[in-house]
């Protein structure tokens, strides 16, 4: 028996000892059956900017901590200003902290705002003791901290932005914020390839995390919530960026599809943004190449995809694109970084790579007054062609903008409905010589 409970000992090691002394000292936890638990609802803050808010799941939640991600330049300081101006005009308690601009550089952006914005308290401040303090005292109900990265504690080794520091800050922050019942937005800066840039530890302390997308010599941008506790992750939301702030786009669709060419190289991706389809065009451009390793040059697509796309074009359908340049843009400056964009690179880079039409395509288009293709689905290695999620959502935008013809995965219930990727240029090559077929 002895020997038995001291196998025990060895094989559990130091844990169980400290189990045994924890029992001593400390006294159980009664749990609760989940039905017992009182969830109270909580009143949201609405920040005005309906797209934000919808994002958000219907609001601030009192007492949050929300991460705003986003490359330089996209409108991170944009978008929390006018959020706090429209909860400052609604009488709501607001601070903006800023770590990286003067108060004079705030000014001149709020400007350019409307007049409630320059109602915001601000605080440009980079000692982390100061805001924390700060918070303390002024309690409130909205906060925005520009940006995590660039806030420094000095009882901390190592520069801001460093992971330390960062981590340090957002705990800090969280800890008055909660016992102040302030909500804190804390605005992160993304690397080149969209990553919140060190700390990604963030991601597990925060309540939601938002990324802002989009280039920032374009117009649009996309935001979407990768992280939510109080909402669903499925929700995005477009915007475009103004000379008098940024302006949400409820009908991006409607643009990107009224722009779409219909050339050879160009076709309308029916694309998802969260839970919500949109219409992109997509673009490709093949010259050929003077250079010993072509070009690939994306934009708004993941370079990695384009190259699985041309492998599978030169592979299985006879499309070989070694020695050209090859460019893929997706119009709008808008990112679409999903399975389902596979199809309309193959078919923009096809396009592209058979050129200029002949004069009887010519002809037989003007005929048609032929509509962009649209299309969608993912590509396999093998050349087949994969369902994606919301077929139907995707079909019935294409419809909603009349673009009768789409390519989509064997399945979907789309006129050109393709097992493989050959099948699916042939339906899309086909389409640009012969009218279309009745609805
Ligand atoms: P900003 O919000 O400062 O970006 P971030 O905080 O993410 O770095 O703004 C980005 C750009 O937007 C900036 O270059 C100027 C431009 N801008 C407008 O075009 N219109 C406007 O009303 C504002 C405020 C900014
Ligand atoms: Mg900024």
Redesign the pocket.
């Known amino acids: 028996m002895e020997e038995v409970a001291a196998q025990r000992g060895t094989a559990t090691g130091g844990a169980s000892r400290r189990g045994r002394a924890a029992t001593a000292t400390a006294t159980a936890a009664t749990p609760r059956r989940l039905g017992e638990v009182r969830a109270t609802a909580v009143d949201r803050l609405a920040t005005g900017i309906g797209e934000l808010d919808r994002v958000l799941g219907g609001g601030v939640v009192p007492g949050s901590l929300v991460l705003l991600g986003?490359s330089?330049?996209?409108?991170?300081?944009?978008?929390t200003t006018m959020a706090l101006a429209n909860l400052a005009g609604a009488g709501r308690r607001v601070l903006y902290v800023s770590a990286e601009e003067s108060a004079e550089q705030i000014r001149l952006?709020a400007e350019?705002?409307g007049p409630d914005a320059l109602r915001i308290p601000v605080v440009a401040e980079t000692d982390l003791e100061t805001v924390l303090a700060t918070l303390e005292r002024e309690a409130p109900e909205v906060c925005v901290v520009?940006s995590i990265q660039t806030l420094h504690s000095p009882s901390l080794s190592g520069a801001p932005g460093t992971v330390g520091q960062v981590r340090e800050a957002a705990g800090e922050l969280m800890r008055v914020a909660k016992a102040r019942g302030s909500a804190v937005l804390l605005?992160g800066h993304v690397t080149k390839d969209g990553a919140l840039a060190g700390p990604r530890v963030l991601e597990h302390l925060v309540d939601c995390v938002l990324q802002?997308e989009g280039e920032?010599e374009r117009t649009y941008r996309t935001l979407r919530a990768i992280k939510n506790r109080f909402g669903s992750t499925n929700d995005a939301a477009v915007f475009e960026?103004?000379?008098?702030?940024l302006v949400e786009v409820a009908d991006a669709s409607s643009r990107f599809v009224a722009e779409a060419t219909g050339a050879p190289g160009s076709v309308v991706l029916a694309a998802m943004e969260g839970s919500r389809p949109l219409l992109v065009e997509v673009q490709a451009l093949v010259s050929p190449s003077e250079l010993e390793q072509p070009r690939r040059v994306v934009s708004g697509i993941d370079r990695n995809r384009l190259a699985l796309v041309l492998a599978v074009l030169a592979r299985h359908g006879r499309i070989a694109l070694g020695s050209a340049d090859v460019f893929v843009n997706v119009v709008g400056g808008v990112r679409v970084d999903e399975p389902g964009a596979d199809l309309a690179v193959a078919l923009a880079v096809a396009g592209a790579a058979r050129g200029v039409r002949s004069r009887e395509e010519e002809r037989a288009s003007a005929l048609a007054a032929r509509a962009p293709i649209a299309c969608f689905g993912e590509i396999g290695l093998t050349g087949e062609l994969r369902s994606v999620a919301h077929a139907d959502r995707r079909l019935a935008e294409a419809r909603r903008f009349g673009l009768a013809h789409v390519v989509a995965p064997l399945g979907s219930g789309a006129s050109g409905d393709a097992a493989t990727v050959r099948q699916a240029l042939r339906f899309a090559g086909g389409a640009a010589a012969a009218p279309p077929r009745a609805a």
């Not at 330089?72 to 978008?79: C, D, R």
């Open positions: 986003g330089p330049g996209i409108g991170k300081s944009t978008l952006r350019r705002l520009d605005v802002f920032r960026m103004r000379g008098s702030g």
